[in-house]
Every structure is written in C-alpha cells, then in structure tokens.
C-alpha cells in the first residue's frame, strides 16, 4: 500500500503540474470558448489521483505489516478469501442489459437511457440485496 500510495502522489503531483502548464499555455480558457474542458479536466484527475493516494495511505497506516510491503514474501502470503460473490446471479445481466441501454440512449435517443435506467435500478438493487434474505432480511 505504500508503494501504492507513493505512484498517486507523484501521479497527483504531475497531473498538478500538466495543468499548471496547460492552463499557461491556453490562459486558463481557450479563446471562444472552443475547448474549455482541458483545464479543469486535469484538475479534476489530480484530486482523482490525490484522493486514491490518500485512501491507500490512510489503509497502510491502518494495515502496517501487509504481505505485498514485504519483498521477501511468498504468493501464498496474500492467499485468503477475496470476496463473496454469488456463482449463479442473473442480477449482473439485468445490471448490463440496462448499462447497454442507457449507453445506448446517449447516441440514439434521451429515451432509451430513461428506459435503459429501469433495469439498472432493478439489477443493481437485486444484486446488492441478493444475500439479505431469510435470517439477515433488514
């Protein structure tokens, strides 16, 4: 995680930097109007990279003695349980369908992506609420 961090901070620190120059070399907005998303854009990839490089310092400081910190380790050190993730869900197919169709929507028609959210909603939903059923039901 330390390493991790230390990629996101210098990441952060040349995507600050990549627009610092931008905004010099454009005046911080191009003229009409034509392209203004530059700028902010790389502002906003800094704080991308800054917020990754906190969450993975804050979790190395919480985490000190992780296998991956150690160069010396073997694989089977990071070996464990990743996740629980249900082996015959159809929630993540309706999840798709309904990404495809609202991604759909932006080139066909504003819509479809309405359409299209209705079975996200659904899917999602499903696929978070899959396990809380019987005992664990809220």
Known sequence: MRTTSRIFW?????????AVVY????GYAAPMGIET????????????A???ALT??????KFPN?????????????A?????????????????????MAFLGVAVGWWLLGLGMIPVIVGVCGWVM??????HAH
């Open 10 to 18: 210098i990441l952060a620190l040349f995507f600050l930097a990549a």
């Open 23 to 26: 905004g010099l070399m454009t």
């Open 37 to 48: 998303v530059g700028f902010p854009a790389l502002l906003m990839a800094t704080g991308l």
């Open 50 to 52: 800054a917020l990754i």
């Open 56 to 61: 993975t310092q804050i979790t190395a400081k």
């Open 66 to 78: 992780q296998p991956e910190e150690d160069e010396v380790a073997p694989v089977s050190a990071q």
């Open 80 to 100: 464990g349980v990743q996740g629980s993730f249900a082996p015959y869900s159809w929630w993540p197919l309706w999840a798709a369908i309904g990404c495809a």
């Open 130 to 135: 899959e396990f809380s059923r019987n005992e």
